[in-house]
C-alpha cells in the first residue's frame, strides 16, 4: 500500500490540474477576454472604430473578392481574416466570405470589382467597396453605412468663401474628406444663381466672404433661416460684408478686438492661438476632452430673440481678454475685456413642428486645411454636423489612421547596437565561459 500511495498522490494531482483546466476552458468559452498589451495596441481598435461598431444594429455582411495567394502579400486571404477577427471580437454578427475572382470571374463582374483583395461591405440593403485594407477605411465605411439616409450639406461660394473640397492652406478640404468619407454629399451653392436654398439640404454651412454679397443674396439666405433651415456659421475676425442682417436675425454680436490667450503661450503656441478648454454638456462635446486651438478667435454675444434657446458650446480664454490691439501682450483693465469667452455657441427652436440648429463658431479658422490637424479640432467639426444633421448618435471619436509602429534609428544609434550586439555581446558570453571553465578546474 505504501508503495502505491507516491502513485495515487500522482494520479490525483493529475486530475485535478485536467478539471481545473477543462473548467477554465468553459469559464474562457462562456466569458471571452482579451488584453493586447502591445506598445500601439496593434492587436485591439480604437475606441471610434468599436462605438462604429455599437451602432450597428444588425448582421454586416463582408464578401472578399481575393485569391488564396498574392504575388506581394503572399496568403492575402489568411491577412484580412486576421483582420477582420479584430471587428468579430465586439460584433460576432459579422459574417466573412471569400471568392476567388479568377475561378468565379462573373461573380465579380456584376459586384464591379476592380482589383484582387477588394471587399464589399453590406448592411441594411446597402453597401459600400473597399480597395484599402486598414482600420480607418473599414471604420469609416461602417460608419457610412450607419447613416440613416443620404445627407445633403451645402456650403456658400461665390465670393471667395473657403472650400470644403478646397486644398488651399485657408479652405476646409480635410474636413469636406472627412465628412464625405461619413456618407454626406458636399455641393457648392451660389445664391446669385440659386432661386432658394434647396429644402432638401440638411445644412448650409457659411464661412467668411471675402467679396460684398448683394442684398438678394441675403434674403435667400434670411429666408433660409425662417424655413426652419440649420446652419453652420464659421464667422471670422473680419467685417461681415453684407451678413449684418443675418447675425442681427440671431442676435449676434462681437466683443471688438481678438482674443489674447495666455494659457496657449505658456504652451508655446502661437501668440494668436486660443485654446477651447470648457465643453459644457452637450450632444456635441458628449465624451469630448480634447484640447481645440482657435487662431485669432472673435468673442461671441449673444442677445436670444425669436424663441431661440442659446447654449455655450465652447468656452475660451479664461486668463484672456480681448484686445484691439493684437500686438499687446499685457491686459490692460482700462482697454481690454477680460474673458472667458464664448468661442461656440448653439442655437434651437422650433419652426413648423420641426427643431431648428444652427452653430456659430467665432473662428473659420479652426478647420482650415493648415490648422485642422490640431488636437481635437476635426473631431469637434465633425461632431457639429452630425448634430445638425440630427444624427447625435453618429457623434462618436472618429476612427484615425493606424498608429506608427515603426522605429527609427539614426546611423550612429544603429551602429552601436550593431557594436553591442556582433561583439560586445559574444565577447561577454566568451568571457563568463572562460570564468566558469577556470572557476571548474581550481575546483
Not at 461602417?142 to 451645402?154: C, I
Not at 478640404?173 to 434647396?198: C, M, T, W
Amino acid at each position: 500500500m505504501r508503495r502505491l500511495l507516491p502513485m495515487l498522490k500522482r494520479t490525483a494531482a493529475l486530475l485535478l490540474v485536467l478539471v481545473a483546466a477543462g473548467a477554465l476552458n468553459q469559464l474562457a468559452a462562456r466569458y471571452p477576454a482579451h488584453w493586447d498589451v502591445t506598445q500601439n495596441a496593434l492587436n485591439s481598435l480604437e475606441p471610434g472604430s468599436v462605438e462604429a461598431l455599437a451602432l450597428l444594429q444588425g448582421p454586416v455582411k463582408i464578401t472578399v473578392y481575393a485569391t488564396e495567394q498574392d504575388a506581394q502579400l503572399g496568403d492575402i486571404r489568411k491577412l484580412i481574416r486576421e483582420f477582420i477577427s479584430l471587428y468579430q471580437r465586439y460584433k460576432t454578427d459579422i459574417s466573412l466570405t471569400f471568392i476567388d475572382p479568377v475561378k468565379e470571374p462573373e461573380a465579380m463582374r456584376k459586384a464591379a470589382i476592380s482589383g484582387n483583395g477588394e471587399m464589399v461591405v453590406e448592411y441594411a440593403g446597402r453597401s459600400e467597396h473597399i480597395t484599402t485594407l486598414n482600420e480607418e477605411t473599414l471604420s469609416s465605411a461602417l460608419l457610412r453605412l450607419a447613416h440613416s439616409r443620404d445627407q445633403l450639406l451645402l456650403y456658400l461660394g461665390g465670393h471667395g468663401e473657403r472650400k470644403l473640397d478646397g486644398n488651399a492652406n485657408h479652405d476646409l478640404g480635410e474636413f469636406g474628406n472627412r465628412l464625405q468619407q461619413l456618407g454626406y454629399h458636399i455641393a457648392s451653392l451660389k445664391l446669385a444663381i440659386a432661386q432658394d436654398v434647396p429644402d432638401n439640404a440638411s445644412m448650409l454651412v457659411l464661412t467668411h466672404p471675402q467679396t460684398q454679397l448683394m442684398p438678394g443674396e441675403v434674403k435667400k439666405l434670411l429666408r433660409h433661416i425662417d424655413k426652419g433651415g440649420n446652419l453652420l456659421w464659421l464667422v471670422d475676425a473680419e467685417p461681415l460684408r453684407g451678413l449684418e442682417p443675418l447675425a442681427e436675425k440671431l442676435g449676434l454680436t462681437f466683443l471688438p478686438g481678438t482674443i489674447i490667450d495666455p494659457a496657449a503661450q505658456e504652451m508655446n503656441a502661437p501668440a494668436n492661438w486660443t485654446l477651447g478648454t470648457g465643453y459644457p454638456p452637450h450632444a456635441v462635446t458628449r465624451d469630448f476632452d480634447l484640447i481645440t486651438v482657435f487662431p485669432d478667435a472673435l468673442a461671441l454675444d449673444f442677445e436670444t430673440k425669436d424663441k431661440w434657446q442659446k447654449h455655450m458650446l465652447i468656452e475660451g480664454g479664461a486668463q484672456g481678454w480681448v484686445s484691439e490691439n493684437s500686438a499687446r501682450r499685457h491686459f490692460d483693465k482700462r482697454k481690454d475685456i477680460p474673458g472667458p469667452f464664448e468661442l461656440a455657441v448653439t442655437l434651437q427652436r422650433t419652426v413648423n413642428d420641426r427643431e431648428q440648429r444652427v452653430i456659430v463658431v467665432g473662428n473659420g479658422n479652426f478647420l482650415a486645411n493648415v490648422y485642422s490637424g490640431n488636437g481635437g479640432n476635426l473631431d469637434l467639426g465633425v461632431n457639429m454636423v452630425n448634430w445638425l444633421a440630427h444624427e447625435e448618435r453618429l457623434i462618436t471619436m472618429q476612427p484615425h489612421a493606424a498608429k506608427d509602429g515603426a522605429v527609427t534609428l539614426s546611423r550612429r544609434q544603429l551602429t552601436a547596437i550593431s557594436v553591442g550586439f556582433l561583439v560586445l555581446l559574444p565577447l561577454a558570453l566568451i568571457a563568463a565561459g572562460f570564468r566558469s571553465w577556470l572557476r571548474r578546474r581550481n575546483a
